[in-house]
T-cell receptor, first 111, second 110 residues
């Protein structure tokens, strides 16, 4: 256990559905990240939040909408996804210059 | 734009051997470098973190080195065991971003 919890662990959704991924940490970290991991590709940074403010959006399509209501929670709202969005979505958190901790990920399948 | 490369992409070695995994990065302006391991379908487990001012870090059978000026890091695994089989990922922190390599898939043969 890293202290970073992601729910759900698995999600199957249709292209017209709306769903949300949740990430939670009570480690006192102030920075939170969303990554996408597809087969045979490096982890792709999607969004970065520092003290609840978005500091990085790595040209992510608008069908992915992040939300960070406080430093402990991070959401990724999904709507009208495409099959190529199927991947493992990983959340991470850290504070300052210390090590980053990752959750177990949500395995998303878009049908 | 920071790019991270890991060599080799895959490696199979007999149990008990010592091995070295390599990581290189294009922009030496980093805050730190972190090595992770990932088991299939799982999240990432942090192994070692090296700050930009440090040269190496050790944890058990693992030793990671950092040469920031040349943009290189190595992860040394001593006396490898079948349980070490996993994908090993190198990541560098630049500003707010943590950028990953594609990883080295390691298989330890019993």
């Amino acid at each position: 256990e890293t202290g970073v919890t992601q729910t759900p662990r698995h999600l199957v959704m249709g292209m017209t559905n709306k769903k949300s991924l949740k990430c939670e940490q009570h480690l006192g970290h102030n920075a939170m990240y969303w990554y996408k991991q597809s087969a045979k590709k490096p982890l792709e940074l999607m969004f970065v939040y520092n003290f609840k403010e978005q500091t990085e959006n790595n040209s992510v399509p608008s069908r992915f909408s992040p939300e960070c209501p406080n430093s402990s929670h991070l959401f990724l709202h999904l709507h009208t996804l495409q099959p190529e969005d199927s991947a493992l979505y990983l959340c991470a958190s850290k504070i300052g210059n210390t090590e980053a901790f990752f959750g177990q990920g949500t395995r998303l399948t878009v049908v | 734009k920071q790019e991270v490369t890991q060599i080799p992409a895959a490696l199979s070695v007999p149990e008990g051997e010592n091995l070295v995994l390599n990581c290189s990065f294009t922009d030496s302006a980093i805050y730190n470098l972190q090595w992770f391991r990932q088991d299939p379908g799982k999240g990432l487990t942090s192994l070692l973190l090296i700050q930009s001012s440090q040269r190496e870090q050790t944890s058990g059978r693992l030793n990671a080195s950092l040469d920031k000026s040349s943009g290189r890091s190595t992860l040394y695994i001593a006396a490898s065991q079948p349980g070490d089989s996993a994908t090993y990922l190198c990541a560098v922190r630049s500003d707010d971003k943590i950028i990953f390599g594609k990883g080295t898939r390691l298989h330890i043969l019993p």
